[in-house]
């Protein structure tokens, strides 16, 4: 029986533990596998005999997460890593060689922008950002040795939205592959390989894990693709997965699509309230009619999430000021938990980006970054009216502006 999305969250991966009976999956916390005779471990390093070996090639605990990822996304096959770092580096420099080129999103996290501009070019991989939301751009931009393309939709932090199947009829005649970091949207709201993407790569440390409480990322795409960073970047970097907090992940995904559904619900009431606020310069929300691709969205998402970006009238001073006198809404770096929580990014998720590029790519001083949260959303606007309620009494405030 094809199972819908809701329930694929609760049973995928899943099943009762052979020995106890255990419904929920045992977390296997051992670094080794004993074997029970020296032909069989030869026959499972050769890679003739499955079963398992050494927890950073592979864990029963790791193994119930990848299976319940790949059927999230609609994957063949999808890997676990210890952070999302670990999960976009093993598959940029499982796909990219010396002399190749890469393609990126010209809004993006800051550690995948250092990633691509400070690491890569040290193994001889070029690149170049480009404007996903111009199509003509990302013509343009692609190259003879352009292997890869990586894309993040929604953007952090600027909330850009790309059309992903439009990007994939541009990437598939040139054989580019293309990967999506689906973070923002998480497979509740967005599927990125059925719309033409070839690998999806998540920082499960959001949506996926949902709780604040854990570091890690994943991957999904081809069967041959995984096995292949499994038994190469994966186990030779090594940003392998701790059974507990694959366990973790295999909690928090139980809940994905309620979860999710809260926060959308919520992230709308409060842009809504932002949007039409006289302290509020600017909202980007691709839930708003006014976001410039409402339409991809409302096409490509089944909910516009829950980040929200907008300017407080005022600049930085006011911005930093609103933010430090904000009581539920927590300051802290990270998104997709059930707490709200509040960022800025220009001194921090971004402060990496040279500071020209990130104004080029509309990051500026002023842009604050909210990761609408579980709560009650009266709660939460509430203390964002607050907040601006404060700013908006300060008398000063052109003058620092
Ligand atoms: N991709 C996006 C869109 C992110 O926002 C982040 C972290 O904030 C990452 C990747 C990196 O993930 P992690 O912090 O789990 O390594």
């Known amino acids: 029986m094809k199972q819908r999305f809701a329930t694929v969250t609760v049973h995928a991966g899943q099943r009762p533990d052979p020995v106890t009976g255990s419904l929920s999956t045992p977390i ?41 990822i790949a059927a999230l996304e609609g994957a063949e096959a999808a890997l676990a890593f210890g952070s999302g770092m670990a999960a976009i580096s093993a598959v940029l420099l499982g796909l990219l060689r010396s002399g190749d080129h890469l393609l990126y999103g010209d809004s993006i996290y800051g550690c995948s922008h250092s990633l ?6 040290r193994w001889g991989i070029t690149a170049t950002a480009v404007d996903g939301t111009d199509l003509v751009a990302v013509a343009q931009a692609i190259q003879p040795n352009t292997k890869v393309f990586l894309l993040e939709t929604p953007s952090n932090p600027t909330l850009k939205v790309v ?47 949902g709780h604040g409480d854990v570091i890690a990322g994943v991957a999904a795409g ?7 960073l499994r038994m190469t970047t994966l186990k030779d970097i090594g940003g392998v997965i701790a059974p507990f907090d694959a366990w973790l992940l295999l909690r928090g995904l139980k809940t994905l699509d309620v ?4 926060h959308c619900a919520n992230a709308m009431q409060v842009a809504a309230f932002l949007d039409q606020h006289p302290m509020v310069e600017r909202v980007y929300y691709p839930g708003l009619p006014h976001h410039p691709q409402y339409e991809i969205a409302q096409r490509q998402m089944s909910a516009p999430g829950s980040l929200i ?16 006198r904000l009581e539920l809404c927590q300051l802290a770096v990270s998104l997709g ?15 990496i980006v040279p500071r020209e590029e990130r104004m080029a790519t509309g990051i500026t001083d002023g842009l604050i970054r909210l990761a609408v949260g579980i709560e009650d959303a009266a709660d939460i606007i509430e203390d964002l ?11 000063n405030l052109s003058a620092v502006r």
């Open 309 to 324: 970006s907008f300017e407080v009238r005022g600049g930085l001073e006011a911005g930093r000021r609103f933010i430090e």
């Open 222 to 228: 081809p069967k041959a693709l995984m096995d292949e």
């Open 337 to 351: 938990d059930v707490d709200t929580l509040i960022q800025h990014p220009a001194s921090m998720t971004h402060s």
């Open 163 to 209: 059309d992903i199947a439009a990007i994939a009829a541009l990437c598939a005649p040139n054989a580019i592959q293309l990967v999506v970091d689906n973070t923002f949207a998480s497979p509740a709201l967005q599927l990125p390989l059925k719309l033409g993407a070839h690998v999806v790569v998540h920082s499960a440390t959001k949506f996926i894990g």
């Open 259 to 262: 979860r999710v559904q809260r």
């Open 28 to 68: 296997y916390q051992t670094s080794t596998f004993v074997f029970p005779d020296v032909a069989t471990g030869a026959r499972r390093f050769a890679g003739e005999e499955a079963g398992y070996i050494y927890t950073r090639l592979g864990n029963p605990t790791q193994a119930a997460l990848e299976e319940k």
């Open 385 to 395: 009216a607050q907040g601006l309620a404060y700013v908006g009494s300060m008398p």
């Open 116 to 121: 691509i501009n400070e690491l890569l070019p």
